[in-house]
């Protein structure tokens, strides 16, 4: 049916299993501190499932990559965990050497333990093939341990990384219930959205959507797409409006002629299809200040969409049948430029459509505004949701339908 097994598809009871999540969460610069663990509550149905089947749950994860401030330990990780779940999550500073392989060995049915971040060794990154990465010391140290290996990391699902991908090709593997929800949620999405379907990008990048956007108005996956945020800006700019000093230098490394150039061949050929803000609110001395597009350039920076795009831009969703929300469309975080996000996402979630949000920031803002009961999906996943709303594989995914086909042999 999907391709790949489910947590139905073996008898899970008291075995030791390989459970890879995506427990990437933000962390205060300053403290390390976790800010945000809905990563970790998503994956709760699946390690709660296993934990009542008396499992003993080995989980794999990482934090941030390799020199960046948040490559950290998961010790603050498996203290979350404990929380959530109410038991005890030892975690063990080492992936797979002896300590790692005492402690699996030594563990009594329902235990659940966290490994070390997955990231610290040194060869989980690399671009290899599933059989590849079964032959590294990670798999070949830990899959003897194991009955099972189960993938719930969606949200890492676009990586083609050692611990996503190497285990599939020694142990029966399956999907865990986020990546099961996910998928099933997003992919009648991509087959067949209701129609007409409405995407938003809004955030602070712009160079990967260009292609994202193409694709998405190629296979008509969206018929629409609206732009807020610094892609209106870099558009509007790609058709020839000057925006201002400030605003220029904010669209930065991005902003090569190259980009440009792309933007216009796409605005030429999808016209109809994409929407530009009509306005803007800029920060002048005295806060929020509403600018028309026809008197830029202007010397203020310009945060937010201003009152007519927001108009414009509710009339298009309210056609909609599915919404897809990606980026908030201003600065939010600060609240005289939270206006055009707070009427566009509140819009959005009071609509009888199919909502599907997704990303750090933009989930971030739905839960600001309290909308997360109102939307019908709110995915785990950044760049894994981009590149499965674009029609592209993921690595992850197809080495869990591979293994499944595997074992049919
Ligand atoms: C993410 O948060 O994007 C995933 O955890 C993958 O992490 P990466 O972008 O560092 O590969
Ligand atoms: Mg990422």
Request: proline share 3%; aromatic share 8%.
């Amino acid at each position: 049916m999907n391709g790949y097994n489910t947590i139905d598809d073996f008898k899970l009871e008291n075995k030791t299993i390989l459970l890879r999540v995506d427990f990437n969460l933000p962390l205060n610069k300053k403290t390390l501190e976790i800010i945000d663990t809905t990563r970790i509550e998503r994956v709760l149905p699946t390690i709660k499932e296993l934990i009542n089947k008396n499992s003993k749950i080995v989980i794999i994860a990482h934090q941030g990559r390799r020199g960046d401030w948040d490559f950290t330990d998961m010790r603050k990780h498996a203290e979350a965990l404990k929380k959530l779940i109410g038991k005890n999550v030892k975690f063990i500073d080492d992936i797979y050497g002896i300590k790692a392989r005492t402690a699996i060995k030594s563990m009594k049915q329902g235990d659940v333990i966290m490994l070390d971040n997955v990231r610290k060794y040194n060869n989980e990154t690399e671009n290899k093939t599933p059989e590849e990465h079964a032959k590294s010391e990670l798999v070949q140290n830990l899959y003897p341990l194991a009955d099972y290996f189960i993938n719930d990391a969606f949200a890492a699902a676009h990586r083609k990384q050692c611990s996503l991908t190497g285990f599939t090709a020694v142990l029966p593997s399956a999907a865990g219930r986020l990546m099961q929800k996910e998928l099933e949620t997003l992919s009648k999405i991509v087959a067949n959205p209701e129609k007409p379907s409405v995407f938003l990008f809004g955030g602070a990048k712009f160079s990967d959507l260009i292609i994202t956007i193409e694709r998405l108005l190629e296979n008509k996956t969206a018929d629409k797409i609206i732009l807020t945020g610094l892609p209106a800006n870099a558009f509007l700019k790609a058709e020839g409006i000057n925006l201002g000093d400030k605003n220029e230098e904010i669209l930065g490394k991005e902003g090569t002629p190259e980009n440009y150039q792309e933007i216009k061949k796409l605005l030429t050929k999808y016209k109809d299809s994409i929407y530009l803000p009509l306005d803007f609110a800029q920060q002048t001395n005295t806060s929020r200040n509403e600018i028309d597009i026809s008197n830029l350039p202007t010397q203020y920076n310009l945060f937010d969409i201003g009152k007519k795009t927001i108009d414009s831009f509710k009339n298009i969703i309210s056609d909609a049948k599915t919404v897809f929300l990606s980026g908030p469309c201003g600065v939010f975080e600060n609240p005289a430029f939270m206006k055009g996000t707070e009427e566009i996402f509140t819009h959005v979630a009071n609509l009888d459509v199919f909502s599907i949000v997704g990303g750090g920031h933009t989930v971030a803002a739905v839960e600001k505004l309290g909308l997360e009961n109102k939307i019908s999906h709110i995915s785990t996943g950044g760049g894994a949701l981009e590149k499965f709303m674009m029609g592209e594989k993921l690595p992850a995914v197809e080495a869990l339908k591979n293994a499944k086909n595997r074992n049919k042999k």
